[in-house]
């Protein structure tokens, strides 16, 4: 569906505190992902933090869904429980870019 999200100006990324490293063994163990990984490795967790999704007393960023509008402010911000509905993601883009 990711050109359903371009077509929503809109474009999709993977972050993590993860090393390159990772996330090219993560990507392979998936047969590869069709969107770009960026790492928030140094300083550790600080696009997380800024997000409020990094968890300092576990050393790690929760597993969480950010939509971040042109202008850089978060437009919505959810905690993942599991798989995403990526058409309700979808959804939220559009209204966020109609």
């Not at 600080?46 to 300092?56: I, V």
């Not at 950010?66 to 437009?75: A, L, T, Y």
């Not at 959810?78 to 995403?84: D, L, P, S, T």
Request: charged share 25%; aromatic share 8%.
């Amino acid at each position: 569906m990711i050109d359903r999200f371009k077509e929503a100006d809109t474009q999709v990324l993977g972050v993590s505190i993860d090393s390159k490293h990772s996330h090219k063994k993560w990507a392979e163990s998936l047969g590869g992902v069709s969107y770009p990984l960026l790492q928030d490795f140094h300083p550790k967790g600080s696009m997380a933090t800024s997000y409020g999704t990094y968890l300092e007393n576990k050393g790690f960023a929760a597993r969480s869904t950010v939509i971040v509008d042109k202008q850089g402010s978060v437009r919505y911000s959810v905690m993942a429980n599991g798989e995403r509905i990526i058409t309700e993601l979808l959804t939220e883009c559009k209204k966020i870019n109609g």
